[in-house]
T-cell receptor, first 110, second 114 residues
Framework: GQQVMQIPQYQHVQEGEDFTTYCNSS?????IQWYKQRPGGHPVFLIQ?????EVKKQKRLTFQFGEAKKNSSLHITATQTTDVGTYFC??????????FGAGTRLFVKA | DGGITQSPKYLFRKEGQNVTLSCEQN?????MYWYRQDPGQGLRLIYY???????QKGDIAEGYSVSREKKESFPLTVTSAQKNPTAFYLC?????????????FGEGSRLTVL
């Protein structure tokens, strides 16, 4: 069945350093979404990518969707303590079955 | 305000008991989902439904059951057949559009089996 792998599992950074998490799917995706979950909270939608090679930016966050629509990345420039949490990618291979990666937990040291 | 309401927020149950988690949405979304999250892990799909009176198994449906009799409601029953039911359960909904299908999550229900 469809699998979505995400690395790394954890990332510790010093405030101001950059951070990247990577997502790979076993199947071609129709779209990929990114979510952020703060400790003790629920996932909150960040963005959706649909087109091959698509790049979207939200302030310090840059999201990319691979040409083959099987991989994606989230890059945060100059992390802040407010960026702490777990970042998940979630993919759809067709229909509305949405499979999540295991997430990357980001720790930011001030 | 529109959103997804899950209840109860915390639930304790004895082994061998069934328990039903409620999920209600007033977003007029057609699709609804149930995920399970274990400490330090990602979200695993239990069941999802794209329309009333229809639902599909996700990756870990064994030991769970659902119903979708109304568009607004998608309750999850954790049966005694579920061997490790202690977890954080998240319900979500979305519109049925490939171009704009973000998931809106409830605040979750934390189930502990004693």
């Amino acid at each position: 069945g469809q699998q979505v792998m995400q690395i790394p599992q954890y990332q510790h950074v010093q405030e101001g350093e950059d951070f990247t998490t990577y997502c790979n799917s076993s199947t071609t995706l129709s779209n990929i979404q990114w979510y952020k979950q703060r400790p003790g909270g629920h996932p909150v939608f960040l963005i959706q990518l649909v087109k091959s090679g698509e790049v979207k930016k939200q302030k310090r966050l840059t999201f990319q969707f691979g040409e083959a629509k099987k991989n994606s990345s989230l890059h945060i420039t100059a992390t802040q303590t407010t960026d702490v949490g777990t970042y998940f990618c979630a993919g759809r291979a067709g229909g509305f079955k949405t499979i999540f990666g295991a997430g990357t937990r980001l720790f930011v040291k001030a | 305000d529109g959103g997804i309401t899950q209840s109860p927020k915390y639930l304790f149950r004895k082994e061998g008991q069934n328990v039903t988690l409620s999920c209600e949405q007033n977003l007029n979304h057609d699709a609804m989902y149930w995920y399970r999250q274990d400490p330090g892990q990602g979200l695993r799909l239990i069941y999802y439904s794209q329309i009333v009176n229809d639902f599909q198994k996700g990756d870990i449906a064994e030991g769970y059951s659902v119903s979708r009799e109304k568009k607004e409601s998608f309750p999850l029953t954790v049966t005694s057949a579920q061997k490790n039911p202690t977890a954080f359960y998240l319900c979500a909904s979305s519109i049925t559009s490939v171009a704009a299908g973000e998931l809106f999550f409830g605040e979750g229900s934390r189930l502990t089996v004693l």
